[in-house]
């Protein structure tokens, strides 16, 4: 593990489900995020939390609602979904960019598909 | 905000032969240049980076270049082996904005042995 954890690894959710993505990090990053990746689509951002609060949401529709109780863990809380919402979903972290470290460590995804 | 163009979209290239992929940036104040490669499957990891103070980079068989005055940077990879196959990502981040960093879209190198 790369020290960021996702979880689940796959889910499989109907339109009407209630479900949530779990990202948790160990690294003591200040920053978090929530990425979306489609096939064949580049990297899509949709939410960025700096020390638990959130400081960007890129016009994600109102059926993906982020959460984050601590700077070390993230979650994506999902309902109502549409099926061109399959995607892989991947949360992220970095520390703080006065510190002059800009990179980001990625968790493995979490792979959803909405039937 | 930021926008970073990436080409080609594909590369395919013979074992052993080299690759370069580029890539453009929008903003002046951009100051931090990462490159990312995502195996199938799996999650992007940062193989190289390369700050605004710093014209190129190496590392073994990959480089990275950055032109400042022309708002473009470019990774290369030499003598290419099929387990360099993935797509893989250029970014870009101004410190000023807490590390967020904008992506390009990705190019799938392939390298046939």
């Known amino acids: 593990e790369t020290g960021v954890t996702q979880t689940p690894r796959h889910l499989v959710m109907g339109m009407t489900n209630k479900k949530s993505l779990k990202c948790e990090q160990h690294l003591g990053h200040n920053a978090m995020y929530w990425y979306k990746q489609s096939a064949k689509k580049p990297l899509e951002l949709m939410f960025v939390?700096?020390?638990?609060?959130?400081?960007e949401n890129n016009s994600v529709p109102s059926r993906f609602s982020p959460e984050c109780p601590n700077s070390s863990h993230l979650f994506l809380h999902l309902h109502t979904l549409q099926p061109e919402d399959s995607a892989l979903y991947l949360c992220a972290s970095s520390q703080d960019p006065g510190r002059r470290n800009y990179g980001y460590t990625f968790g493995s995804g979490t792979r959803l598909t909405v039937v | 905000g930021e926008n970073v163009e990436q080409h080609p979209s594909t590369l395919s290239v013979q074992e052993g032969d080299s690759a370069v992929i580029k890539c453009t940036y929008s903003?002046?104040?951009?100051?931090?240049f990462p490159w990312y490669k995502q195996e199938l499957g799996k999650r992007p990891q940062l193989i190289i980076d390369?700050?605004?103070?710093?014209g190129e980079k190496k590392d073994q068989r990959i480089a990275v270049t950055l032109n400042k005055t022309a708002k473009h940077f470019s990774l290369h990879i030499t003598e290419t082996q099929p387990e360099d196959s993935a797509v893989y990502f250029c970014?870009?981040?101004?410190?000023?904005?807490?590390?967020?960093?904008?992506f390009g879209r990705g190019t799938q190198l392939t390298v046939w042995p």
């Open positions: 939390y700096n020390f638990k609060e959130q400081t």
């Open positions: 390369i700050r605004s103070n710093v």
């Open positions: 903003d002046s104040a951009s100051n931090y």
């Open positions: 970014a870009a981040s101004k410190g000023s904005t807490l590390g967020r960093l904008y």
